[in-house]
């Protein structure tokens, strides 16, 4: 993944640009020419930069996955107790969507560049594949039964939680909530089987 914490002054500003404008507008929407004007530098120094457009989007969702990684898992080691760990992603998205207002960038890309060779579709593709091993560990880390099943089952709450963010419903709570039931409900059953302990 490129690495954003050596670059330039000059590249920290484009990629601060094309990061806003491609998170609110849309990646297949937004130019190299709008991104050189919004960040008040030349298209030849984001050329420079960044070598394409492609390398850009790229750099720009690898950013945003750090910060987002680095969130849950400073949530999860807040966590006292394995089980409350397990759901630390969702209370991570309550915090990560104070500011990030228009959903799942990881989403959005996957959308606009449907592409699996893309880098930055492979970028979007490996952090929901993250976070569903996370939850499988941390599943299986307290305890719970069938932790593979139940990570796939907490991926979806958690993405759906994202994906209606622009409707303002507040499906979050609702999904975190369903979610520690869940837990709650895996361990009340034992082993691969389910059966009762």
């Known amino acids: 993944m ?3 914490r050596f670059r330039t ?3 920290q500003r484009i ?5 806003e404008l491609f998170y609110d507008r849309g990646i297949t929407a937004v130019g190299v020419d709008l991104i050189a ?6 298209k030849r120094t984001l050329y420079n930069q960044f070598g394409s457009k492609d390398h850009l989007v790229s750099a720009y969702l690898t950013e945003r996955d750090r910060r987002w990684r680095s969130l849950v898992h400073d949530t999860v080691d807040a966590c006292d107790d394995p089980v409350a760990a397990v759901t630390a992603p969702f209370d991570a998205l309550r915090t990560w969507s104070r500011t990030n207002t228009r959903g799942c960038a990881f989403i959005n890309a996957l959308a606009e560049l449907p592409d699996p060779a893309h ?12 976070l569903l091993d996370l939850f499988r560990e941390l599943a299986a880390a307290a305890g719970c039964a069938q932790p593979a099943t139940l990570a796939t089952r907490l991926l979806v ?5 994202l994906a209606t963010q622009p409707l303002a419903l507040d499906t979050l709570a609702e999904s975190t ?5 869940l837990v709650r409900a895996s361990l ?6 389910g059966t009762h302990r």
């Open 2 to 4: 490129p690495e954003t």
């Open 9 to 11: 002054p000059a590249g």
């Open 15 to 19: 990629l601060a640009a094309a990061e």
């Open 37 to 42: 004007e919004h960040s008040g530098l030349t």
């Open 119 to 130: 880098p930055a579709h492979r970028i979007a593709a490996d952090q929901k594949h993250w």
């Open 157 to 161: 709450l958690h993405e759906g939680a």
């Open 177 to 181: 909530e369903l979610a520690r039931s």
């Open 188 to 193: 009340r059953t034992g082993g691969p089987e």
